[in-house]
């Protein structure tokens, strides 16, 4: 070859190099509630973003982050320009249930890895793409039942949001409550944006039962356990995860001490045992939120895309192996290496994701809480 043809050749190589190079990020698409009813979750959501990583394997992380409004149409424009605008390697979100379960819909139709940051169940044959970061529902049902059993609630009365996620609470914990020797003698429905559940909570009051659940989330939680206390009701309370956020303290001031409910492990880093494998991750993430936004501020909810990372940190490099970004051979290979790493420790609880269980988690997931004078207190 002539040597005064090297030189335009080297040239066109470059050029021709560049495309693949631009291909060589990997793009994540996240989709969070900041505004909308379900702001409360989307807000620390949100603000977690700053600790996700920039790089991975060698490879930048491109993040796409959109609000979804808390409302699943707009949830489903955000992952179609994902998957059609972005072509995004993954998609993270949403924070609320209807959202989450719209992207879902999307993540089939694309082959497009989802990890949702809420603890979604979908229909029979659904759901092939998305896995969670939130603890399923039946994990935290069987705990509050068994706490329950164990305190000597014979009867309950549920009253949970009138949406898919009061929905789930109910049947998951209908079945575990049977398990465990427990009535439902009431159950109530409210909405998230009710700003009152008198009527609901008379009905509760009237059926007399030993403790009530109240399967509510963020700020909406509150309301129905003050209404309890206004009107004279004085059994234990119960919550769901949802709820663990200081907002319920702070709303519910005197009238929520004493409520029992389940969390991830993240809520109580500080408590848990030194031996405690999620101990490190959940201390890093509170260290690092509080310094930001402040004592307390801390919410089951906000750990989640900083538990993406660590989850993105574990298939990234294994995918990377098989396929370059921007494929549809990188997606499933970050598909396969979801489902064959094991004890993925985040500071939530360690997961172990398989073709059949897209939640993950064990009872490494979860604590139970009370509220004692305004603070969280690890039951043991």
Same mark, same amino acid.
């Given at each position: 070859?002539?040597?005064?043809?090297?030189?335009?050749?080297?040239?066109?190589?470059?050029?021709?190099?560049?495309?693949?190079?631009?291909?060589?990020?990997?793009?994540?698409?996240?989709?969070?509630?900041?505004?909308?009813?379900?702001?409360?979750?989307?807000?620390?959501?949100?603000?977690?973003?700053?600790?996700?990583?920039?790089?991975?394997?060698?490879?930048?992380?491109?993040y796409?982050?959109?609000?979804?409004?808390s409302?699943?149409?707009?949830?489903?424009?955000?992952?179609?320009?994902?998957?059609?605008?972005?072509?995004?390697?993954?998609?993270l979100?949403s924070?609320?249930v209807?959202?989450?379960?719209a992207?879902?819909?999307?993540?089939?139709?694309?082959?497009?890895?989802?990890?949702?940051?809420?603890?979604?169940?979908?229909?029979?044959?659904?759901?092939?793409?998305?896995?969670?970061?939130?603890?399923?529902?039946?994990?935290?049902?069987?705990?509050?039942?068994?706490?329950?059993?164990?305190?000597?609630? #014979?009867?309950?009365?549920?009253?949970?949001?009138?949406?898919?996620?009061?929905?789930?609470?109910?049947?998951?914990?209908?079945?575990?409550?049977?398990?465990?020797?427990?009535?439902?003698?009431?159950?109530?429905?409210?909405?998230?944006?009710?700003?009152?559940?008198?009527?609901?909570?008379?009905k509760?009051?009237?059926?007399?039962?030993?403790?009530?659940?109240?399967?509510?989330?963020?700020?909406?939680?509150?309301?129905?356990?003050?209404?309890?206390?206004?009107?004279?009701?004085?059994?234990?309370?119960?919550?769901?995860?949802?709820?663990?956020?200081?907002?319920?303290?702070?709303?519910?001031?005197?009238?929520?001490?004493?409520?029992?409910?389940?969390?991830?492990?993240?809520?109580?880093?500080?408590?848990?045992?030194?031996?405690?494998?999620?101990k490190?991750?959940?201390?890093?993430?509170?260290?690092r939120?509080?310094?930001?936004?402040?004592?307390?501020?801390?919410?089951?909810?906000?750990?989640?895309?900083?538990?993406?990372?660590?989850?993105?940190?574990?298939?990234?490099?294994?995918?990377?192996?098989?396929? #370059?970004?921007?494929?549809?051979?990188?997606?499933?290979?970050?598909?396969?290496?979801?489902?064959?790493?094991?004890?993925?420790?985040?500071?939530?609880?360690?997961?172990?994701?398989?073709?059949?269980?897209?939640?993950?988690?064990?009872?490494?997931?979860?604590?139970?809480?009370?509220?004692?004078?305004?603070?969280?207190?690890?039951?043991?």
């Amino acid at each position: 070859m002539p040597r005064a043809i090297l030189p335009r050749l080297a040239v066109s190589l470059t050029a021709a190099l560049l495309p693949a190079l631009a291909l060589a990020d990997v793009t994540v698409g996240v989709s969070i509630s900041s505004t909308g009813p379900s702001a409360s979750l989307g807000i620390p959501q949100k603000n977690s973003m700053a600790w996700l990583p920039e790089s991975i394997g060698g490879e930048k992380i491109r993040y796409i982050v959109l609000d979804d409004g808390s409302d699943p149409t707009q949830a489903t424009r955000v992952a179609r320009r994902f998957v059609s605008e972005e072509k995004v390697d993954i998609i993270l979100g949403s924070s609320a249930v209807a959202p989450s379960i719209a992207i879902s819909e999307v993540a089939d139709e694309s082959q497009t890895v989802q990890l949702a940051f809420s603890p979604i169940e979908l229909k029979p044959g659904r759901g092939e793409w998305t896995y969670r970061l939130a603890q399923p529902v039946k994990l935290m049902a069987e705990a509050v039942a068994a706490t329950a059993r164990a305190n000597g609630v #014979k009867t309950i009365a549920f009253i949970g949001f009138a949406d898919a996620y009061g929905e789930t609470w109910h049947k998951e914990f209908t079945t575990a409550a049977g398990a465990n020797g427990i009535r439902i003698l009431a159950s109530e429905r409210y909405a998230r944006s009710d700003t009152s559940v008198t009527a609901q909570v008379l009905k509760l009051i009237a059926a007399r039962p030993d403790a009530v659940l109240i399967a509510g989330a963020g700020t909406g939680a509150a309301l129905p356990h003050t209404t309890l206390r206004e009107r004279g009701y004085t059994g234990p309370v119960y919550h769901t995860h949802g709820a663990a956020t200081k907002d319920l303290i702070r709303i519910g001031g005197r009238a929520v001490n004493g409520a029992i409910l389940p969390a991830g492990p993240v809520i109580v880093a500080e408590q848990l045992a030194p031996g405690n494998p999620v101990k490190a991750p959940a201390m890093d993430y509170v260290g690092r939120y509080e310094k930001q936004y402040g004592p307390d501020s801390r919410t089951q909810f906000g750990a989640h895309p900083y538990d993406a990372g660590l989850v993105l940190q574990r298939i990234v490099p294994v995918a990377l192996k098989q396929a #370059k970004p921007g494929t549809a051979e990188f997606r499933k290979a970050l598909k396969s290496a979801l489902e064959s790493e094991r004890n993925i420790v985040v500071s939530h609880g360690v997961i172990n994701y398989t073709a059949q269980d897209h939640f993950g988690f064990d009872a490494r997931g979860r604590v139970m809480l009370t509220i004692d004078n305004g603070n969280w207190k690890l039951l043991k």
